[in-house]
């Protein structure tokens, strides 16, 4: 990847730059038009820093008229467009193109309406995910997915990447809990897809865009499902003397009809970095660690709390600890937050995969992943999402020496061939972006790529929004449209006919 | 009308293929539970799956299950009940509503292509929210597959979501591979008496909004209570809140949700009254009286179902049951007349929903449209998108937007 192909930059778009600038200027004045390299610097890169691109030129509108009128603009001169929420994205989501309008939607950043009966939030997409879940804590509510990225990531963001979090298992994913949105099309038409009402009257669009990766319209309003906060939470931390007991504990855990809230497994060399950066208090002498959190009514906790113990004791469990006040159950987490800083801390460069496989595979591809570390010469440290089987592998390494930063990129490439090869996926969080895009083949055949690119093609028919990112290939419209038609018999003229 | 009969996905993908090459409408149906909603389609050939069945996959650790479209789902219930698991959004049996289909009583494709959930799609989402792969061939006659076996993917478009609800008018289903959850240890339902819609409607957000995590939460108003359970419940409006999960802890909420409504009387409904009566309101029981008086399925905030279905009242004579916290209205509309330009006007000055006819009969069906219309750029974005999976039109043509 590191010689990463983006599209051609237009040479008429570019010709045309200062126009450009200046019309931006007429549609949104002020300060939400950014054309100075010392001011576009600071939106040249998202999440995955390794890769920087100067945009054409930045615009934060502040209306959905605006959002309209820029898009249409762009659409009638054949300008790229790249979305960009608060920049966070791990995959190269917002990377700019060097043609291409970098549309940020940071400053719509209200909040329009909590509505406590219908249990929803009607938010700006740049508000943050955490800043919903502020919104409504005073009541007691929350909203449920939550990315670690958290603090900083938009709403508008998480239904662009389909984000996910800790919770996931229980609570579900984003597209698991948008109601409806407002969206501006490529060519500049405002639709609303959902409300405050459940499913939709036609077509699911609203769970077409969630997850396409600013590659089929750009959010204006999203509306959230909020949930009462459980009553308690608590905790377990588990020690095991093997990834194989870990992961059958998970699997007795399932198998005994229980869903836990959270579900995070960490290995050796995480547990060792995590440790020895927050000093949370974890075992150094297991080969995997197992947190447990569930949540409910102090009943339902206490009973379950009882059960999963017994669980992880026919498990072999060499470490159980369970959470006797909100403090401790906060201590367990503690290091698991921390993987990814701890892990920076023991190496100059980290980078992390994301990759999900069905959980039982975990064992033979944790064992995959330290055959391919001895290949490549480089660490990994694993923190995996036991509940839904979601993998961060962080590999590390150093950008300073040469080539690493190519040979990290390989292994991970070869750990999400991996992944595939098991049963599993390419992304389960981060998305495809740059990143994995020239991985998709691993994933899907010819016939796969071309059916969703020709959801794209009744979007955005030009491919003006966010070219470069989830598909390796562009392919013509009207060449995915010709349709190959064989008049002819009827098919299985044998079969008995009524 | 001749019927294909494939057996398997090279044979789906064939009579699509050359459908697609004729130009030939083909009604696409599983056990046609549900053939009778929507417009009425013209067709001289059916693409019949019901014989593409059975189960490929199921790993009740790894919550998944993996079935051939055709496969009836009371098979797929019948394995899951084996293992204490379920198909958490609870989807509808049309059949006592309608009438029609085989004994079998519909099939995994079929729940999927018409997004066909219950009274637990309140707390655990739609069938759609359960997809997490599928097989698929498209109006083209083209083979195609999206999504996986796991429930954290992100990994391209989701088709899944666009397939589910689609109604066979994009793409014809092959296989799925839903996630599958844990099945309540035990359930008791507490019935609020005597409220009326209103008071139903705030009594039931109360509910919600608090700790007691209710899984269905529906209000019978009176005149329709009574015909529940063979008559058990008597005549007084029951507002019932459905309470699953282990033993000490639905006791415990019971207790909880209690303390709410001090004021109220409330019934407790043991386990098995309980699935009886939730089967009753998830099949549209009370409006399954053999006629084909026209019946609405609406969608609308919960806030906002008992306005409009008193709204509705005053200008045409119905009775209404709610389901989701007052946000889905069942509606049959005593007059015979379906009243859909009044309904449909009624769901815009109410915040926006859908209302779709579920049972009509042909000629009504065909005279008023049975999905919820669209306009403007979201139509045209919806006929752009039929039209990228379909370009000749040939899956249950018409039977969604007008032709």
């Given at each position: 990847m590191s010689g990463l192909t983006m599209p051609k930059p237009d040479a008429a778009t570019l010709a045309r730059r200062a126009e450009i600038v200046a019309d931006m200027r007429t549609i949104v004045p002020g300060e939400g038009v950014v054309d100075r390299v010392t001011g576009m610097r600071a939106f040249e890169t998202d999440g995955l820093t390794a890769y920087r691109q100067l945009p054409l030129v930045v615009v934060l509108p502040e209306t959905v008229r605006q959002v309209s009128r820029i898009l249409k603009y762009c659409n009638e001169r054949n300008i790229r467009v790249v979305p960009r929420g608060a920049g966070t994205s791990l995959s190269g989501g917002a990377l700019p193109l060097e043609d291409a309008v970098l549309l940020v939607m940071s400053r719509f950043n209200r909040i329009l309406e909590i509505d406590y009966e219908n249990r929803v939030v009607v938010a700006q997409p740049g508000v943050t995910n955490l800043g919903i879940t502020h919104a409504v804590e005073a009541e007691g509510f929350?909203?449920?997915?939550?990315?670690?990225?958290?603090?900083?990531?938009?709403?508008g963001g998480n239904v662009a990447e389909n984000s996910g979090g800790v919770h996931c298992l229980k609570y579900g994913l984003t597209t698991n809990n948008v109601?409806?949105?407002?969206?501006?099309?490529?060519?500049?038409?405002?639709?609303?897809l959902g409300g405050r009402h459940l499913d939709s009257g036609g077509y699911d669009l609203l769970g077409l865009m969630t997850g396409s990766e600013g590659l089929l319209g750009v959010v204006t309003e999203v509306t959230v499902r909020i949930l009462k906060k459980p009553e308690t939470a608590r905790a377990l931390l588990i020690g095991f003397p093997s990834s194989e007991q870990a992961g059958q504990c998970v699997a007795d855990i399932i198998g005994a009809g229980i869903i836990p809230g959270g579900m995070e497994m960490m290995d050796r060399p995480a547990i060792h970095a995590a440790e020895d950066f927050v000093h949370a208090g974890y075992p150094l002498d297991c080969e995997a660690l197992l947190i447990v959190e569930l949540d409910g009514p102090p009943a339902e906790v206490d009973h379950l709390i009882g059960a999963v113990e017994q669980i992880a004791a026919n498990n072999g469990s060499t470490v159980c600890r369970i959470s006797r006040s909100e403090e401790e159950r906060l201590t367990f987490w503690a290091g698991r937050k921390a993987a990814f800083p701890a892990v920076g801390r023991i190496s100059p460069d980290y980078y992390c995969m994301d990759g999900t496989i069905p959980r039982k595979e975990l064992p033979r591809v944790l064992a995959g992943m330290r055959d391919l570390s001895e290949k490549y010469a480089l660490r990994v440290a694993n923190v995996?999402?036991?509940?839904?089987?979601?993998?961060?592998?962080?590999?590390?390494?150093?950008?300073?020496?040469?080539g690493e930063l190519e040979k990290a990129e390989a292994f991970g490439a070869d750990i999400l061939r991996l992944c595939v090869q098991v049963g599993g996926v390419l992304t389960g969080e981060h998305g495809v972006g740059v990143e994995k895009r020239d991985l998709m083949g691993e994933m899907f055949d010819q016939a796969d790529l071309d059916q969703q690119m020709r959801v794209k093609c009744a979007f955005d028919p030009n491919h003006l929004l966010n070219p470069g990112k989830v598909f390796p290939q562009l392919r013509r419209c009207a060449e995915l449209g010709r349709m190959h038609v064989h008049r002819g018999q009827m098919p299985f003229p044998d079969i008995p006919r009524f | 009308m001749t019927a294909f009969t494939p057996t398997t996905t090279e044979e789906v993908r064939e009579v699509v293929a050359w459908a697609a090459g004729e130009g030939a409408p083909l009604e696409v149906l599983g056990h046609g539970t549900k053939r009778d909603i929507g417009r009425p389609i013209q067709s001289e050939h059916a693409l019949d799956l019901s014989r593409l069945g059975g189960i490929t996959l199921?790993?009740?650790?790894?919550?998944?299950?993996?079935?051939?479209?055709g496969t009836p789902i009371a098979e797929i219930e019948a394995l899951l009940g084996e293992h204490g698991q379920q198909l958490a959004f609870e989807p509808m049996d049309y059949r006592p509503l309608l009438g029609g289909g085989n004994a079998s009583g519909g099939t995994l494709g079929g729940v999927v292509a018409a997004n066909v959930s219950g009274p637990r799609r309140l707390k655990a989402g739609a069938a759609r929210d359960h997809v997490l792969g599928i097989h698929a061939v498209s109006g083209r006659g083209e083979a195609f597959k999206s999504g996986g076996r796991v429930v954290k993917n992100v990994t391209g478009y989701d088709l899944s979501k666009g397939l589910a609800g689609s109604w066979g008018t994009l793409a014809v289903l092959t296989d799925i591979v839903v996630k599958v959850l844990p099945a309540a240890e035990t359930e008791v339902t507490l019935a609020l008496r005597g409220l009326l819609d209103d008071a139903a409607t705030a009594a039931m957000a109360a509910a919600l909004g608090s700790s007691g995590e209710v899984s269905a939460a529906a209000h019978l108003p009176q005149g329709i209570s009574g015909t529940m359970l063979g008559g058990m419940l008597g005549d007084e409006s029951a507002t019932l809140l459905r309470l699953e999960g282990f033993g000490p802890s639905v006791a415990y909420r019971a207790d909880l949700l209690k303390g709410l409504f001090p004021q109220a009387r409330i019934d407790e409904i043991d386990a098995d009254r309980s699935r009886a009566i939730w089967r009753e309101v998830r099949d549209c029981v009370p409006f399954a009286d053999g006629t084909d008086?026209?019946?609405?399925?609406?969608?609308?905030?919960?806030?906002?179902g008992h306005r409009l279905a008193l709204a509705l009242r005053m200008q045409a004579p119905a009775m209404v049951f709610y389901d989701w916290q007052g946000g889905l209205i069942w509606i049959r509309?005593?007059?015979?007349?379906?009243?859909?330009d009044l309904l449909r006007a009624l769901i815009r000055s109410h915040g926006g929903g859908h209302a779709t006819l579920v049972r009509a009969s042909p000629s009504m069906r065909a005279a008023v449209g049975p999905f919820e219309p669209q306009e403007g750029a979201l139509a045209a974005l919806s006929a752009r998108l039929k039209a990228q999976f379909d370009p000749n039109g040939i899956l249950n043509p018409g039977r969604m937007a007008g032709a």
């Open positions: 929350y909203y449920a997915p939550d990315p670690s990225s958290q603090i900083a990531c938009s709403i109601l409806g949105i407002e969206m501006v099309l490529m060519d500049g038409e405002v639709i609303r995996f999402h036991a509940g839904d089987g979601n993998l961060h592998p962080l590999i590390l390494y150093d950008a300073n020496k040469p | 199921y790993e009740p650790n790894e919550l998944v299950l993996g079935a051939r479209a008086k026209p019946v609405w399925r609406v969608s609308v905030a919960p806030s906002e509309m005593e007059g015979g007349d379906p009243e859909a």
